[in-house]
């Protein structure tokens, strides 16, 4: 069965150029860059490289690079290592919609005493920056907030953000692990001090992140060993992986405006064509600020995850806005915090596309999806409900109180 790749938000598929770059470093030139000799020097020498062309996608310095395993490691050393260097302060501000590599350090932090302010979102999963300015006090060591919605693909304005954080003097970090290689970002005229960037989001392998740490702001080490990475992270370097997530950065940048323009086009038709097709459907998120390549919809009165497995079945790969959790299904903490109601939450799919996606493949979903839907609509005592004009079904109380009810 042909795959039709929607998912690219989850993962994405590694470049073939980025497999090839990486290739020699796990047989030819393996060397450890620590060495003194030649052999580990010249791999000293192409982590350099590879250090220069993250540094690139991003606007920064090579020596603010600093490699790590994965996104959730880059947001917990920023986090954690920065609040280590502001003992004297304990207050930490992120948003309701964060990544849970970022909302459970703040579960973590609260069960260690500190404050932990979240941010709500509006019905299009905007901030209040008047809350953020309100929120900030003379306890608070950080201010953390996501450049880009994984779910919704919604784009905060980081930008404004920064100045309002920088404005009272405060660290800002931002996870910017779904907004790398996908829109432009200039750190030399950002006001970031913390940034985490994953390389599976943007065709490198998984197991490779990159945590950026603007020159002179206050940080202790979440690794604690060799004085790899400057000392901010101990630990022999994941060379190939490093390799690769440099080719993978330099691809970003070249096709950034690829990503901008198909990519986005395609989004669109797949969009238009589902909301035209498929009724009682809607997109969640602000869809003026947004990521080119994703969309989360919802098709109200019937199950994400039946959906998903109906369009699996057809080998369309995305994801569902709900997480089946000890046997009641919970829309997903974003669809929530925007106050999606939850009829639409639980049908909710989130697209996500790639470079490698083919109008082909938008075309194949636009023309599966439409009777996929109808057929669980058919079953769905929801929709029955809801075409007899009846409250919504009693089997739904308990699923979330405060949604019930929603039409
Ligand atoms: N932050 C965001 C916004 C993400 O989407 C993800 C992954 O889905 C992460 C952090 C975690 O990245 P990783 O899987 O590399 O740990």
New binding site residues.
Partial sequence: MTVVYLDN??TTQVAPEVVEAMLPFFHDLYGNPSSMHHFGGQVAHQVAEAREKVAAVLGADPSEIVFTS????S?NTAIRGTLESYPEKNHVIISRVE?P??LNVGQYLRARGYRVTELGVDREGRLDLDELREAIDDRTALVSI?WA??ETGVIFPIEEIGEIVKARGIPFHT?A??AVGKIPLDMAKSHIDLL?L????LHAP?GI?VLYIRKGTRFSPFFVGGHQEGGRRGGTENVPYIIGLGKAAELAMKHMEEENVRVRALRDRLETELLKRIPNTMVNGDREHRLPNTSSLSFEYVEGESILLLMSNQGICASSGSACTSGSLEPSHVLRAMGVPFTAAHGSIRFSLSIYNTKEEIDFVIEKLPPILEKLREISPFWKDYKEGKPISSLVAGIHPEHTGHR
């Avoid at 994965?70 to 490691?73: A, D, H, P, Q």
């Fill in positions: 938000n989850a994965c996104g959730t490691e947001d990544h590599a970022v996501m919605n994984n996870d692990v779904q985490s994953s390389g599976h989001k998984k992140g």
